[in-house]
């Protein structure tokens, strides 16, 4: 299982002829602390933005205030992305709505929907193939589409969940949808992935029924197994349909290294997706081709020691994370 724990921020500096990356570390060291090893993870990218392979224990050096480390061991880890989407088919037609705005919000959802399969399409486009992905409606529940197995590879089978994509009169179940996610991801006890859920919504009507201490638990499990949540809102304006998931969509992703935007136009999904499917193919290309160095800490090291990574391996850049979870 991937241990979660606080995340570095890297600063980029230079020592010739040596590469390093020097950041401060959030945490207090004690002397009990500091005399045992250590970890941290180290993605590795090539000058042309490809990931740097068969990098040696013999090309990385530890610091801790400037003072070497020992390192004990450097493996290369396989941890890959597994993707969740889920997507708002919500017809849009909530409440105690008159008929004509009734109407205009049902036309909208659906150009909408249509909008978010087109735009899924081009987003599964810039996905690397071997990456697992599990789709899901969010009217009335969490539904998914791809099944036996829930999570697949199989691109026609992704293909023809998105065609089952069809409006639906219930109201979607966006904080339902991510409890329920959140209570997946705890129960498995030796993932060895990295979850980032993808959410695609209209600003129709919130069904949910969770309690809020349900969804606070939610919450915490989400960060706490190191899931990134991207949420890509289409903003209809209906004053009388409301939204209530907005600010949970922002704090979600700021919390979780994840992101927020709203789209104006429904034909966003189509420009954003694609958009949004590089940064992930990214992020899988990094942590799926990352090192763990398992290092000792020097003696005299202060309660907070900055910390530098230094390789002499040329023209590379190093993105050191604690847990692996490259952002």
């Given at each position: 299982?991937i241990?979660?724990?606080?995340?570095?921020?890297?600063?980029?500096?230079?020592?010739?002829?040596?590469?390093?990356?020097?950041?401060?570390?959030?945490?207090?060291?004690?002397?009990?602390?500091?005399?045992?090893?250590?970890?941290?993870?180290?993605?590795?990218?090539d000058?042309?933005?490809?990931?740097?392979t068969?990098?040696?224990?013999?090309e990385?050096?530890?610091?801790?205030?400037?003072?070497?480390?020992?390192?004990?061991?450097?493996?290369?880890?396989?941890?890959?992305?597994?993707?969740?989407?889920?997507?708002d088919?919500a017809?849009?037609?909530?409440?105690?709505?008159?008929?004509?705005?009734?109407?205009?919000?049902?036309?909208?959802?659906?150009?909408?929907?249509?909008?978010?399969?087109?735009?899924?399409?081009?987003?599964?486009?810039?996905?690397?193939?071997?990456?697992?992905?599990?789709?899901?409606?969010?009217?009335?529940?969490?539904?998914?589409?791809?099944?036996?197995?829930?999570?697949?590879?199989?691109?026609?089978?992704?293909?023809?969940?998105?065609?089952?994509?069809?409006?639906?009169?219930a109201?979607?179940?966006?904080?339902?949808?991510?409890?329920?996610?959140?209570?997946?991801?705890?129960?498995?006890?030796?993932?060895?992935?990295?979850?980032?859920?993808?959410?695609l919504?209209?600003?129709?009507?919130?069904?949910?029924?969770?309690?809020?201490?349900?969804?606070?638990?939610?919450?915490?499990?989400?960060?706490?197994?190191?899931?990134?949540i991207?949420?890509?809102?289409?903003?209809?304006?209906?004053?009388?349909?409301?939204?209530?998931?907005?600010q949970?969509?922002?704090?979600?992703?700021?919390?979780?290294?994840?992101?927020?935007?709203?789209?104006?136009?429904?034909?966003?999904?189509?420009?954003?997706?694609?958009?949004?499917?590089?940064?992930?193919?990214?992020?899988?290309?990094?942590?799926?081709?990352?090192?763990?160095?398992?290092?000792?800490?020097?003696?005299?090291?202060?309660?907070?020691?900055?910390?530098?990574?230094?390789?002499?391996?040329?023209?590379?850049?190093?993105i050191?994370?604690?847990?692996?979870?490259?952002?």
């Open positions: 299982m241990t979660p724990t606080a995340r570095l921020r890297p600063v980029i500096g230079a020592l010739l002829p040596l590469a390093i990356i020097i950041f401060g570390a959030p945490w207090t060291t004690s002397q009990e602390v500091s005399a045992q090893a250590q970890e941290v993870f180290v993605s590795v990218m000058a042309s933005g490809e990931p740097v068969d990098l040696t224990a013999e990385l050096l530890i610091q801790w205030d400037g003072m070497d480390c020992e390192t004990l061991n450097l493996e290369t880890l396989n941890w890959p992305v597994r993707l969740t989407i889920f997507v088919n017809d849009g037609a909530q409440g105690r709505m008159n008929p004509s705005a009734a109407a205009t919000a049902q036309q909208n959802a659906r150009v909408a929907l249509q909008n978010m399969r087109e735009g899924l399409k081009l987003f599964l486009d810039e996905i690397p193939e071997e990456v697992e992905v599990g789709m899901a409606t969010l009217a009335g529940r969490a539904r998914f589409l791809t099944r036996n197995p829930r999570y697949t590879t199989d691109r026609e089978a992704l293909a023809r969940a998105i065609d089952l994509m069809i409006p639906d009169a109201a979607a179940r966006f904080r339902d949808s991510l409890v329920e996610e959140a209570e997946a991801l705890n129960d498995e006890a030796e993932r060895q992935y990295f979850p980032v859920i993808v959410v919504s209209n600003d129709g009507a919130e069904g949910s029924t969770s309690q809020q201490n349900a969804f606070e638990r939610g919450f915490q499990r989400l960060i706490a197994n190191q899931a990134t991207h949420t890509r809102l289409f903003t209809a304006g209906n004053p009388a349909v409301g939204h209530g998931q907005t949970v969509a922002i704090n979600l992703g700021n919390a979780t290294q994840g992101t927020f935007e709203q789209i104006a136009v429904s034909t966003g999904f189509r420009t954003m997706l694609p958009e949004l499917g590089r940064d992930i193919a990214r992020k899988h290309r990094l942590v799926s081709t990352q090192y763990r160095v398992t290092y000792a800490p020097p003696a005299g090291a202060s309660d907070q020691p900055s910390m530098g990574i230094l390789t002499s391996r040329q023209d590379v850049t190093m050191p994370t604690i847990d692996g979870n490259v952002p």
